[in-house]
């Protein structure tokens, strides 16, 4: 059975179509008003960006989205989760700092913003999946907890996961430290004949699993296997790219496992969950940079779904039609723009393996408004 993603394009020639107002709409179509009742703490789960990354969801966006929720009577949150990576937002306060940075403060969004897995991301519950990967998922307890939630997403590349979606959003984002090392499971290796030994990835590695060894008349970096938890910061600022890993046949899994993650983050909330997808400023990275490349292709508009697979798949198709904004592409059109930026990666498959563990339909009626 197909499930309902509904559209809202970019145009606008009236205040009628501004995008609040069609986020209002959007909201409207998905059945918004069912799933938010009379006092439910609603979690609203978003991104708040890295500092110095300025292509996160617009504040005044998210907040029309409080509005409408508390239009219901419900009580909106704003929520993330901290980051296993050395950065702005690796524990709560900096994390919020962060957040009151990029304009999402409660006197601008009129909502309260709590980071969902506590102090230093260890705040969590275990919830049972029994799937491929996982018998068990480790969910921030303030998201496990709301009664019900609305997951915003910036639609983008990402440089292990190929995309960034709903599906991206509910896992990674919605896990704790324990739960985003698990998922990352994956291990770097260094090529001693390229590594110049300049030390960068021993500043930036959070679990100082780096060091520095003596080679002859030079130095060499190594690596602490048992304490790398696979997070990639020391890949970001490798400039001689000497740090990697084997995609081949790590990443494949790797997006298997974010699948799984986000089954485990909407157990007990699969029918009070609704879905908005972002596809504008689609850019090649994930928000967690410190940066914000040139985006892909021209801003598509907005979409809403109750099944994050359905919205996530429309998405990626949006994209792909979509004309590129590389002009190496040749426009690019009906060019998967995804896999093209990050050829190693499987971000289709996140799609797949979701809908093969029953997260949702890659089947989708797309309905615009």
């Not at 209002?24 to 703490?41: F, M, N, Y």
């Not at 504040?59 to 050395?86: A, M, Q």
């Not at 400039?239 to 799984?260: G, M, N, P």
Request: aromatic share 8%; glycine share 8%.
């Amino acid at each position: 059975m197909s499930a309902k993603v509904y559209f809202a394009d970019m145009h606008c020639r009236k205040k009628d179509d501004n995008k609040t107002n069609k986020i209002e709409r959007l909201c409207k179509a998905v059945g918004l008003s069912s799933i938010i009742k009379t006092d439910d703490l609603t979690a609203i789960k978003l991104h708040f960006g890295e500092m110095g990354n300025d292509t996160h969801l617009s504040p005044s966006l998210v907040r029309k989205v409080v509005e409408l929720i508390k239009d219901e009577k419900g009580k909106p949150f704003l929520t993330d989760t901290n980051t296993l990576y050395s950065g702005s937002r690796k524990n709560a306060i900096d994390h919020l700092h962060t957040a009151y940075a990029h304009g999402f403060a409660p006197s601008v969004v009129n909502a309260p913003v709590i980071i969902a897995d506590g102090l230093y991301g260890k705040s969590q519950v275990t919830v049972p999946v029994d799937l491929k990967h996982f018998k068990e998922t480790y969910i921030a307890r303030e998201i496990y907890d709301a009664d019900s939630m609305v997951v915003l997403s910036h639609v983008k590349g990402h440089e292990m996961a190929g995309f960034g979606g709903a599906i991206k959003n509910l896992a990674m984002g919605c896990g704790s430290f324990w739960g985003k090392r698990a998922q990352h499971d994956t291990k770097i290796r260094i090529a001693a004949e390229t590594c110049i030994g300049c030390g960068a990835c021993i500043k930036v590695c959070p679990e100082h699993a780096l060091s520095l060894y003596k080679d002859g008349s030079s130095k060499k970096a190594k690596i602490d296997s048992e304490k790398c938890i696979g997070c990639f910061e020391c890949v970001t600022v490798c400039e001689v790219k000497a740090i990697a890993q084997d995609y081949k046949t790590e990443l494949h899994d790797f997006v298997e496992r974010i699948a799984e993650y986000a089954y485990g983050a909407v157990q007990g909330k699969q029918d009070k969950t609704i879905y908005l997808n972002f596809v504008v400023n689609v850019t090649p990275d994930c928000d967690c940079v410190s940066w914000s490349d040139a985006p892909l292709i021209p801003d598509v508009g907005i979409l809403a779904s109750t099944d994050p697979v359905a919205i996530d798949k429309a998405s990626y198709d949006l994209v792909t039609a979509s004309r590129s904004l590389n002009q190496m592409d040749n426009n690019g059109i009906n060019i998967d723009k995804f896999s093209h930026r990050w050829q190693q990666t499987h971000g289709f498959h996140q799609i797949e393996h979701a809908a093969t563990i029953g997260l949702g339909s890659m089947e989708y009626e797309l309905i615009k408004i």
